[in-house]
């Protein structure tokens, strides 16, 4: 990619390996064969129409949801029902989430220094600098004493950035993380996530926000129906769509 | 033919009109606001009037040092005419330690009097964990009651002893509040011994028996795991308690002998008795609420039913009936000889009994909670049990307040049901004895305001410390 910071280099090291991957809610095929390799370093954004699974895709991804056939494995580590592997797997991938799930009874602070105080056993004033830290880098040092439910949305949304990047994770998951979000937020929250691709983060993000993913993203992956449809580089996948399908969303999302 | 116009000068605020302002804004608002609310007013005028007029005379009328029923008629007689009706407070002043304490002998009284200012001491750092001014200034308020109590009942040397004891946690409140949480560990054994008495090295022992338990899990679990160390922990500590604990007790009593003197269940009464089942079954049954609740909700199949039976079978019997169970059916079922206290099966069974309503008014809280609060906790990688002390818990418990709070207060009002299982409750056990004494025989409404006055007090106070905590853990700011 032309407009490639120079960190923002993909490494030949496997982050995600997902193969033949199947997922039925009760009797409903939700993910139908999902083969997808995510290197290190690599930004994949996924996009599709609403209910086609990507929020059920990357939730597998940190066994917020669980795949009945096929294989993921995360930075090494095969997901199973063991829960010391899942327990692993999630304190090494972060998750931003549409609603931002900040826990409104603790403020901005303590909001990020718990996990890494209760799971990664970091002592508390360890914890704190680096919660600071972080929150200087989403640019909003001066609110960690107050409460989630004082923040605008978007502030409340790089907190939640800021809250998974405390425990330093090697992935990075983004689901829908602007969709909740008033118009102007919008840049503030895509500024963020910009900067942390910039730096080298491992990022799979659903989004619809096709600035973001011309900017950073070295691939785009299209879900429809439970599917990978097509995935390509992203000036490809805008310009030169191959499937029909892909076509009618990429009319419908970009307007003409 | 518009002219175009600019303001040149900006005018000043002015007072409001008159009908805007201060007491008749307020009354015009809030009493006559329509003919209905008009009409409405002037009613409960009449009806606050019309009851006044009833009761006024009669407390106002009131008599307070007389010997018997008669004697107060005729004072009041003489007073306020032959017609005139009147309160007789006499047989409060002349029994009130009947209603506070029913049979416990009056030599032993500074037990209970202690043993209710240390329950304020050891609930201060809960109650006001965050708040040191707050927790200083209520133990130091019941400080001073507690020394004035005492002063016409303990020696001087007792009561400089007990001024000692609390100047120091005053003073402790104000500079460590958590420091104070080791009193509300040791209070649940000290309550014991200073209520019934005995040898100390009973509680002592009984308190060791957490020793024994944490000493296995350290011992254990490194080799054989969490579980395995704290199932045979808690094993390891069942045993002391059974056996051991009081072979041990006894042994050291016969050695270092201290003790108070043994104080029977049966002398308990009146609202010694409802705090003693209150306090305990209050404090108890939040945990084992908590734990069904988080059962009711569990993946797994048994834990969920046994749950899910334990609170619909507790719900649909009536507390009576567990009552009479506790009195009657236990004795039946444990082995014959044992002499299991009456009081303690009561608050076993009433414990239990809020457990199942504390379980459900819980799971309406955890049921508010959004799914994205589990999800945010499960990614960040925290373990079930964070997850609910640090996550779920702290909400969900903030949202059932107001109901848990209920269910303390009607258990507290239902301690008086003890009466049908020949306890002496303050509301019909005391009454029920000082109305049967000649010189009192005929009083009626006395005794029960009394009761209902101390009733309210200890209610109210619950459910003012509820909105209290509701304001102080609003967070959402919405
Ligand atoms: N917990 C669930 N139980 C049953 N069906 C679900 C559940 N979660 C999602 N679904 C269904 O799975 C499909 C994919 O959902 P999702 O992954 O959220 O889609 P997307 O994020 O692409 O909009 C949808 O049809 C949705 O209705
Ligand atoms: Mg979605």
Known sequence: MANAAPQMKVTDEVAVQITAMNKWYGTFHVLRDINMTVMRGERIVICGPSGSGKSTLIRCINRLEEHQQGQIIVDGTELTSDLKNIDKVRSEVGMVFQHFNLFPHLTILENLTLAPIWVRKVPKKEAEETAMYFLSKVKIPEQAHKYPGQLSGGQQQRVAIARSLCMRPRIMLFDEPTSALDPEMIKEVLDTMIELAQEGMTMLCVTHEMGFAQAVANRVIFMDQGQIVEQNEPKEFFNNPKSERTKLFLSQILGH | ?478
């Open chain 2, 1 to 478: 033919m518009s002219e175009a116009y600019v303001r040149g000068a900006i005018l000043p605020p002015l007072a409001p009109p008159v009908s805007e302002r201060g007491v008749v804004k307020w009354m015009r608002e809030n009493l006559f606001s329509g003919w209905l609310n008009s009409v409405l007013t002037v009613l409960a005028v009449l009806a606050v009037y019309y009851i006044a007029s009833l009761c006024l005379p009669w407390l106002l009328h009131g008599v307070w040092n007389a010997g018997s029923l008669g004697e107060c008629r005729s004072i009041i007689a003489t007073n306020y005419g032959p017609d005139a009706g009147g309160a007789c407070w006499a047989v409060i002043h002349a029994r009130w330690y009947q209603f506070i304490f029913g049979f416990y002998p009056i030599e032993a009284w500074w037990r209970p009097i202690l043993d209710f200012a240390l329950l304020f001491v050891a609930l201060a750092p809960v109650l006001f964990s965050d708040n040191p001014r707050k927790a200083a200034i209520m133990v130091g308020v019941v400080s001073v009651i507690l020394v004035l109590s005492l002063m016409a009942l303990v020696p001087w040397w007792a009561l400089l002893l007990t001024i000692a004891l609390m100047a120091g946690l005053s003073f402790l409140s104000y500079t460590a509040t958590s420091k104070l949480l080791w009193v509300a560990a040791v209070y649940p054994f000290l309550s014991v011994w200073l209520l019934w008495g005995g040898s100390v090295w009973g509680p002592v022992m009984a308190m060791a028996g957490f020793g024994v338990m944490v000493l296995v899990y350290r011992v254990i679990s490194p080799g054989l795991g969490v579980i395995m160390g704290t199932a045979l922990g808690f094993v390891a500590a069942c045993i002391w308690w059974l056996f051991l604990g009081s072979l041990a007790a006894a042994a050291i009593q016969s050695v270092v002998p201290f003790g108070l003197t043994y104080v029977e269940s049966d002398r308990f009464g009146g609202f010694l008795l409802a705090f003693v089942i209150g306090v305990s079954s209050i404090s108890i049954s939040l945990p084992i609420g908590v734990m069904l609740a988080l059962g009711r909700q569990s993946n797994m199949f048994l834990i969920r039913t046994l749950s899910v039976s334990f609170i619909e079978f507790v719900r649909g019997v009536p507390l009576i009936t567990m009552l009479f169970t506790a009195s009657l059916l236990l004795q039946y079922f444990l082995p014959p000889g044992n002499n299991f206290d009456l009081i303690l099966r009561v608050v076993i069974l009433v414990t239990l009994f809020s457990a199942a309503y504390n379980a459900e008014v819980i799971r309406g809280g955890l049921a508010a909670l959004p799914k994205g609060q589990y999800e945010a906790a499960d990614a960040l990688g925290l373990d079930y049990w964070q997850a609910q002390r640090l996550i779920i818990m702290p909400q969900a418990l903030k949202v059932s307040i107001p109901g848990v709070v209920s269910t303390f207060i009607g258990l507290f009002k239902d301690t008086t049901l003890v009466s049908f299982v020949g306890l002496l409750d303050p509301l019909r056990g005391v009454t029920t004895i000082v109305r049967a004494d000649l010189a009192w025989k005929g009083i009626y409404w006395e005794p029960y305001i009394f009761v209902a006055a101390i009733f309210f007090i200890a209610c109210f106070g619950m459910s003012r410390y509820s909105m209290y905590l509701e304001g102080k853990l609003k967070t959402d700011h919405r």
